[in-house]
């Protein structure tokens, strides 16, 4: 059925120095500039995944999102966050090693 609820889902957008070199700012304005209703926008400390950056976590699934693009995060908002389809080709494979593509 359709994701769209108050379900809270929160995306954390590394701001730390490694991402932010990446270019994570862009990327966290990026989701901030399309509020979605139920969903949060947060900065966020270093995940611990450091030169892989931008990093983007979306809670509460753990879904996690490396290299990502400002020009990017509407396809997450839309396919991910609206849509519930993760987009396999843009996941971080350390942790979603089932991806295989
Ligand atoms: S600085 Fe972003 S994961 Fe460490």
Redesign the pocket.
């Known amino acids: 059925m359709s994701s769209k609820s108050e379900s809270s889902q929160c995306v954390r957008v ?7 070199k ?1 270019g ?1 700012k862009k990327v966290l304005a990026a989701f901030q500039t399309l509020p979605i209703a139920g969903v949060d926008v947060e900065e ?12 983007v976590l979306v809670l509460p699934e753990q879904i996690w999102y490396c290299r990502v693009l400002p020009e990017e995060v509407d396809a997450i908002a839309t396919r991910h966050l609206l849509g519930g389809q993760p987009i396999s080709s843009m996941l971080y494979r350390k942790f979603h090693p089932e991806i295989s593509s």
Do not use: I, W
């Open positions: 590394c701001q730390n120095t490694s991402c932010r990446l994570a966020s400390r270093c995940l611990g995944q450091c030169g892989n950056g931008p990093m």
